[in-house]
């Protein structure tokens, strides 16, 4: 199965794939957007120091 390069139109209920017909809604596609956000959300991050 080739991956589907989303081209993601929004309706009022949800948000669709013109092209593989994929349907997420507000919240699963804002993890498609953002999917590293739950895995640091809460963890302090360290910061390298560029000295
Ligand atoms: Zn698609």
Redesign the pocket.
Known sequence: MSE????FIGTAQHIK?R????VLNAEQYKEYKNPQIKKTAGKPRQRKKVE
């Open positions: 589907c390069n989303h081209d794939c092209r593989c017909g994929l």
